[in-house]
């Protein structure tokens, strides 16, 4: 049996966000970001050293081979390290990756995050390369921003043009936070985050507001989260999101990722909120909603959102946590 490494990470959800390339190569972020590692919510992903001259990665999400252009920096980038710190001069790798998530892919869950997080440990793994978590973040971010996050369990930053992302707290440090995600629909997004960014970077007259707004929210974020404060920190998130979509609403064409379901479940945590409940919307790359709440209020807000005519009994809702970093193993050896 030949050998494979088996990894596993979990998306990390923004609360203040990443939206904004750097100029330039390297995939840096124009804006700070502040998050959270959903555990309960996993990616899982299989890697192979391809066979000897193959010269090609493959990889399969979800049972579909991917176009390889959005993987070719990460890839690229991987063999440049094994080159600089092996001294022998033989064949560089290549992978065979097959990964599967328990969520939907592309849809705005994060799935970029968890995926090339599993990607990064898996493939350094294989080609039999240790990498500090750091470098194993700087590698991720190559793939998607919000990745270089997903190599951290708990609360994490990842600062504007940062290479890598940290932990600022562990999970245990709020045990109670939940994160109900609410799957408006399970269709692939009609426009990729990357794509969406470059729109409003090239045609928002708010973006460069949005860059300014962002650096100065965070630091009322940090604080309360350091506090453990739901209201205040979901004001932050509720601002965050808000002006991130502003600034891509008013991109030209514009993006606007808003599905029926999306505003409904909006409108409820504002009543929720006003009756006490705490409810503390934010949205990402995609129509779903994402709620910040306490584990005793998570079965009435489940509730409330059933009885929503634009998302039905059936609506598909996951419960997340504050979550642990990946974890590897290694089979066939
Ligand atoms: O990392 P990407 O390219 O998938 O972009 C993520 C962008 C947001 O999810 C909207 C915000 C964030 O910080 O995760």
């Known amino acids: 049996m030949s050998r494979e490494v088996v990894c596993r990470a979990s998306p990390s959800l923004a609360l203040v966000k990443y939206w904004g390339k750097k100029p ?3 995939n840096r972020p124009a804006t700070p970001s502040l998050a959270v590692t959903l555990g309960g919510i996993t990616t899982e992903t299989r890697v192979r050293l391809a ?3 193959g010269h090609t990665d493959t990889v399969v999400l979800n049972g579909q081979t991917q176009p390889p252009e959005r993987f ?3 890839f690229e980038s991987l063999r440049r390290r094994v080159r ?7 064949d560089l790798p290549f992978f065979d990756v097959d990964s599967r998530n328990d969520f939907p892919s592309a849809a705005g869950l994060a799935s970029s995050s968890s995926g090339f997080a599993a990607l990064a440990l898996g493939c350094s793994r294989a080609a039999g390369l240790e990498l500090s978590v750091r470098e194993l973040s700087a ?7 919000s990745a270089a996050r997903s190599l951290f369990g708990g609360f ?10 940290r932990q600022l707290h562990p999970p245990q440090h709020w045990p109670e936070l939940r994160i109900l995600v609410v799957v408006v629909s399970e269709q692939a997004k009609p426009i990729s985050s990357r794509r969406a960014m470059e729109a409003t970077r090239g045609s928002s007259p708010y ?7 962002a650096a100065a929210l965070l630091p009322r974020a940090l604080e309360a989260l350091r506090r453990r404060d739901l209201e205040a ?9 808000s002006r991130m979509h502003a600034a891509m609403i008013a991109a030209g064409p514009p993006v606007l990722y808003w599905l029926p379901g999306t505003v409904a479940a909006i409108h409820e945590c504002r009543r929720l909120r006003a009756e006490g409940i705490g409810a503390w919307e934010t949205l990402d790359a995609g129509p779903q909603v994402k709620i910040l709440c306490l584990a005793p209020d998570v079965a009435a807000i489940a509730e409330r959102l059933r009885r929503l005519p634009e998302l039905g009994p059936s609506v598909r809702l996951l419960e997340a946590r504050p979550g642990e970093g990946p974890v590897c193993g290694v089979t066939g050896e």
């Open 24 to 26: 330039g190569r390297g």
């Open 51 to 53: 066979p000897a001259h």
């Open 72 to 74: 070719r920096p990460f």
């Open 84 to 90: 600089r710190r092996s001294s022998a001069q033989g």
């Open 139 to 145: 590698l991720a971010r190559l793939g998607s921003a």
């Open 156 to 165: 994490t930053l990842l600062p504007a043009g940062g290479r890598s992302a």
């Open 207 to 213: 973006y460069r507001a949005w860059l300014r707004d």
């Open 233 to 241: 920190l979901g004001e932050a998130a509720l601002v965050s999101y």
